[in-house]
């Protein structure tokens, strides 16, 4: 049983106020959670509840959050059963009752959820990746690697938001790791030999993009990967983030210094996946072109069309983009919907259609996410993470590792059943 719930503001690696969540059990047992953020945020995402005090943060404080957790949400949940994950994301869900979580707050409801998820854990003495899992573990997913980091930096803009390097050839997780970690280590020098400037730090900790064209880009990535002989072992993938990019008036997108529609858009994504093996393609379009999506999925035949914006983790609009055809999968970011239980939700939805979940961490990440432990716990094939430069993402990548150490007979997840790349 639960008895008690404090909550506290915090910061997360971008230093921004989180709220921080601790659940203890009568048994004594502990569970604490916070909600990551990201740079490109959904529009239909959990919505994150900030004090808007321009004094405070530059507006960013989280104390009315922090409030919701301990006068509003503690005093529903406090008595009751913390194994029962669903029935206290319900409780929170309807005192909320909005479609978005603005009442409340989804930062201060997830926090909550994640920290009660936790919690359970800790009372059935196994780690999280455990408890969630739905049969026995076999495999850790194949990290993909942000490696370069687009949007607007000074005078250039970079239309797609990341290009990533996926190792799914390696025999296990270690190997992938390391040719993760080299990989992005000579891309640095290939970037300064061929554009004659140290690259800067972009968003995710990736390089910033040297050029607008997506295309350049990925050569770029293609001849790192040729100089650490391991062309054979990776793919590469790209997420172009296209709400950041989208004039809705005239609905048409950026894309290397000129403006295109929809069709334009697949048309120059699909060309890109005849030179290059791009396991997945993310948000090519807006996060409400569902018709362009559909275009996507329909003539993008050699890589998976993936929905983070147009999907938000949430069932609603999965099933939409189920019965339109709109993806062939969707980024798994349990904040973006705001409770455990609508992410596994969503999960399972996506399960029964036969669609790829992909689980994400967020740009502005915390420490110890659990979307680590929703990885390797539901078995997915591969999942984003961000440039191996910065402490909570190279703990993603020793989670992986850790998780390989405690799972028997441990296998790297073989993406080949789902991968539509020729081979090469
Ligand atoms: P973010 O990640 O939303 O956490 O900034 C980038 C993305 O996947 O769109
Ligand atoms: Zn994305």
Not at 37 to 50: D, K, M, N
Not at 306 to 321: H, K, M, P, Q, Y
Not at 390 to 402: A, D, P, T, V, Y
């Amino acid at each position: 049983r639960i008895a008690s719930i404090t909550a506290r503001q915090m910061l997360d690696c971008g230093g921004r106020p989180l709220v921080e969540v601790d659940v203890r059990t009568d048994s004594g047992h502990v569970g604490r959670g916070a909600a990551p953020t990201g740079h490109s945020v959904g529009a239909h995402e959990a919505f994150v509840l900030r004090d808007d005090d321009p004094s405070r943060y530059d507006g960013r404080s989280v104390h009315r959050a922090v409030r919701n957790v301990e006068e509003v949400l503690a005093p529903a949940l406090v008595g009751r059963d913390v194994s029962d994950q669903a029935a206290l994301d319900t409780v929170m869900i309807e005192l909320d009752g909005t479609p978005r979580k603005t009442r409340l707050g989804g930062n201060a409801i997830y926090s909550v959820s994640i920290a009660c998820l936790r919690a359970a854990a800790a009372c059935a003495a196994e780690p999280v990746y455990r408890h969630l899992a739905a049969g026995p573990l076999t495999t850790v997913p194949v990290p993909a690697f942000n490696v370069v980091n687009g949007g607007r930096h000074g005078a250039l803009v970079q239309a797609y938001n990341e290009f990533l390097v996926v190792p799914h050839g390696a025999e296990d997780i270690f190997e992938a790791v390391e040719i993760g970690v080299r990989v992005f280590e000579v891309l640095g020098g290939v970037l300064e030999r061929r554009f004659r400037t140290r690259p800067g730090v972009g968003k995710s900790y990736g390089f910033v993009a040297p050029s607008s064209s997506p295309r350049v880009v990925l050569d770029v990535l293609r001849d790192a990967a040729d100089a650490c002989g391991v062309l054979d072992k990776v793919a590469f993938a790209v997420d172009c983030a296209s709400s950041e990019m989208y004039d809705r008036p005239s609905r048409t997108y950026e894309l290397d210094g000129r403006r295109t529609d929809a069709a334009g858009m697949v048309e120059y994504a699909a060309a890109l996946t005849e030179e290059f093996a791009l396991l997945f393609v993310e948000d090519l379009l807006d996060e409400d072109d569902w018709d362009g999506f559909a275009l996507a999925a329909r003539e993008l035949t050699r890589t998976l069309v993936l929905g983070d914006d147009l999907v938000v983790t949430n069932s609603a609009r999965l099933r939409r983009a189920i019965d339109e055809r709109a993806v062939d999968g969707f980024l798994l970011k349990p904040n973006q919907v705001g409770t455990i239980t609508q992410a596994l939700e969503a999960f399972e939805e996506a399960r029964r259609a036969g669609l790829v979940v992909v689980p994400s961490g967020r740009s502005g990440g915390v420490i110890d996410d659990v979307v680590m432990d929703l990885a390797v716990g539901l078995q997915v094939p591969f999942l984003k993470n961000g440039a191996p430069r910065s402490g909570e993402r190279i703990e993603k990548l020793n989670f992986l590792m850790r998780a390989a150490h405690d799972i028997e007979g441990c296998r790297l997840a073989d993406v080949s059943a789902i991968a539509r790349f020729p081979d090469r």
